[in-house]
């Protein structure tokens, strides 16, 4: 523990903030601004500068992305056609009627409906 004697006082501690005071803040500011000629690291998206880009990368960007959505309409195309044809089981829905449509067909095609 400090005893009274080791303190500064306040005064004295005042004077020396006050003193400190520009060099505190020149360190601060430091890091803020980049120097314009000074090459930036990696950077999230919002904080890079923007880049007006020409019209030919727009409209390369452009195409791109109308094959991506073409494909994609392609693909979901075909995998509905191929849903089609569907398969009578997969027609009846849950196991309990699977096992029941079993059982009927299972007397449909005995002779048990004779006795």
């Given at each position: 523990?400090?005893?009274?004697e080791e303190?500064?006082?306040?005064g004295?501690?005042?004077?020396?903030?006050?003193a400190a005071?520009?060099q505190m803040?020149?360190?601060?500011d430091?890091?803020?601004?980049?120097e314009?000629?000074?090459?930036l690291?990696?950077?999230?998206?919002?904080k890079r500068?923007?880049?007006p880009?020409?019209k030919a990368?727009?409209?390369?960007?452009?195409?791109?992305q109308?094959q991506?959505l073409?494909?994609?309409?392609r693909?979901?195309?075909?995998?509905?056609?191929?849903?089609?044809p569907?398969?009578?089981?997969n027609?009846?829905g849950?196991?309990?009627?699977?096992?029941?449509a079993?059982?009927?067909s299972?007397?449909?095609?005995?002779?048990?409906w004779l006795?």
């Amino acid at each position: 523990m400090s005893t009274p004697e080791e303190q500064p006082k306040p005064g004295e501690a005042l004077s020396r903030a006050h003193a400190a005071r520009a060099q505190m803040a020149a360190a601060l500011d430091e890091d803020q601004e980049p120097e314009p000629d000074e090459p930036l690291g990696w950077q999230p998206v919002w904080k890079r500068p923007r880049k007006p880009k020409s019209k030919a990368a727009k409209k390369q960007e452009l195409r791109k992305q109308r094959q991506r959505l073409q494909d994609a309409g392609r693909r979901r195309l075909a995998a509905a056609q191929s849903r089609r044809p569907r398969s009578r089981q997969n027609r009846i829905g849950n196991a309990a009627a699977r096992r029941d449509a079993r059982a009927l067909s299972r007397v449909r095609h005995s002779n048990a409906w004779l006795w």
